[in-house]
């Protein structure tokens, strides 16, 4: 199975842009990239998902890179509530495998 | 509108014990899943219902686990003869299709003494 690499933890300034990398080299040509998060003491959300485009909502953006290997989550402007753990997942479109497979995520620390 | 749900929200039991959690999906969401998350580590996938279809136990560490979906809906997951290193948070999560965004519930805090 592909796997994702991201850093442990980074920490942004309240108000400022944040960006979050995520490394999928063995990525394959259909793996669609899902970002989640989970808040603390809650169970993850879903926060944005995309296959080759940027993708943007109202929670965040999504770059990916052009050979596919990486991709990068944007939170625009980092609020307090956007502490939490941010997990990148690769999920193939097909199969009998409907699971997310969780890495250890990000731990994002917003400070005031 | 209503998330998922999940009851009870902490358990403590004695090993050796049996548990059951338990599970209400989003109304009208064909796929439901079971993942649990030890303290600090990622999220573990147990087991994927998706409507009639024979569910996907891949997931589940060992016969001492099992689970149901019944009626299409509700979902009970079952721990036989508990064990301290079941200890974790139980999520679960349901999509409109397999395809879909997960939504999850808040979880099962399970503690095995």
């Known amino acids: 199975d592909a796997k994702t690499t991201q850093p442990n933890s980074m920490e942004s300034n309240e108000e400022e842009p944040v960006h979050l990398p995520c490394n999928h080299s063995t990525i394959s040509g259909t793996d669609y990239i899902h970002w989640y998060r989970q808040l603390p003491s809650q169970g993850p959300e879903y926060v944005i998902h995309?296959?080759?485009s940027n993708v943007n909502n109202r929670m965040a953006s999504l770059a990916i890179a052009e050979d596919r290997k990486s991709s990068t989550l944007i939170l625009h402007r980092a609020t307090l509530r956007d502490a939490a753990v941010y997990y990148c997942?690769?999920?193939?479109?097909?199969?009998?495998?409907?699971?997310?497979?969780f890495g250890s995520g990000t731990q994002l620390t917003v400070l005031p | 509108g209503a998330g998922v749900s999940q009851s009870p929200s902490n358990k403590v039991t004695e090993k050796g014990k049996d548990v059951e959690l338990r599970c209400d999906p989003i109304?009208?969401?064909?796929?439901l899943y079971w993942y649990r998350q030890s303290l600090g580590q990622g999220l573990e996938f147990l087991i994927y219902f998706q409507g009639n279809s024979a569910p996907d136990k891949s997931g589940l560490p060992s016969d001492r686990f099992s689970a149901e979906r019944t009626g299409g809906s509700v979902s009970t997951l079952t721990i036989q003869r508990t064990q301290q290193e079941d200890s974790a948070v139980y999520l679960c999560?349901?999509?409109?299709?397999?395809?879909?965004?997960?939504?999850f519930g808040p979880g099962t805090r399970l503690t095995v003494l």
């Open positions: 997942i690769l999920r193939p479109p097909g199969g009998s495998a409907r699971q997310l497979t």
């Open positions: 109304s009208g969401h064909t796929a």
């Open positions: 999560a349901s999509s409109h299709s397999g395809h879909d965004e997960q939504f």
């Open positions: 995309g296959l080759t």
